[in-house]
């Protein structure tokens, strides 16, 4: 059985206010009766993409577990690259930011973390480069479980504030998805509210953000709301290949 959490959308901004909120979601994750298998974090790390963001997010985000991290429309890939990652960029500091990661030993799981971000833009596309090194991936180990994570749904959530910056050109995702029946879910942020549907006639599930959430359509107020717990996601892959999400409210 697999075990692991994900959060998304800290935009850590160098103060205190949502540093104590991420630091309620560790600690929470941290407290638990028993060890999560990793924790998942997709996108919008940073508010502004700057260095310092990254340090406090380093700090922020020390705990017992692997961190698994993709960057969001917030995040800048150079910074990202080379405070949280502590690379170089010897790639090139502006490329996608792509990682694979499998979890346990042997591999439980695996996670393929694809940059879905578009540089000066607030929504997504995987490039090609990306598409291409996704189905690499997948293709290596074709009878372990595979999570495909990335900052932006490639669908449509019916939350007019998200859905006009979410992940376009999805066509050819699908495609890649199609091919390779290991995969068994699609985990995703950007929308600040906790939402299940499919794509790819896969799960597509989106973690509730950390900084704050977003109101729905028939629902009064300003489209974010600050003052709303930040929240978590659970999920759990059993012996049987079955995933069940749980989710958390901090307070």
Not at 96 to 116: E, M, Q, T, W, Y
Not at 172 to 193: E, K, M, N, S
Request: net charge negative.
């Amino acid at each position: 059985m697999l075990v692991f959490a994900q959060l998304s959308d800290l935009h850590l901004d160098g103060g205190v206010a949502r540093a104590r909120r991420a630091e309620a979601v560790l600690r929470h994750l941290t407290s638990l009766s028993a060890p999560l298998d990793a924790v998942l974090v997709t996108g919008d790390i940073a508010d502004h993409g700057l260095p310092a963001e990254y340090e406090q997010a380093r700090k922020a985000l020390a705990c017992p577990y692997p961190v698994l991290t993709c960057p969001g429309n917030h995040d800048a890939r150079a910074a990202y690259r080379r405070v949280l990652l502590g690379e170089d960029g010897g790639t090139g500091p502006d490329a996608p930011i792509n990682r694979v990661h499998r979890v346990g030993s042997p591999a439980k799981a695996v996670f393929a973390l694809c940059d879905s971000t578009i540089p000066g833009h607030d929504d997504g596309r995987l490039t090609d480069e990306t598409l291409h090194w996704l189905d690499s991936v997948l293709a290596e180990e074709p009878g372990v479980p595979a999570f495909v994570c990335f900052h932006h749904p490639p669908v449509v959530l019916h939350a007019p504030y998200v859905d006009e910056i979410r992940q376009f050109d999805e066509r050819r995702l699908a495609d890649v998805i199609a091919r390779h029946p290991q995969v068994v879910a699609v985990l995703c942020g950007h929308a600040h509210t906790a939402a299940a549907t499919t794509f790819a006639g896969r799960p597509c599930l989106v973690a509730p953000a950390v900084a704050s959430t977003v109101r729905l359509a028939w629902e009064r107020g300003d489209p974010l709301d600050h003052l709303a717990p930040p929240a978590v996601a659970f999920h759990i892959l059993d012996d049987q290949g079955r995933l069940t999400t749980h989710h958390r409210v901090i307070t």
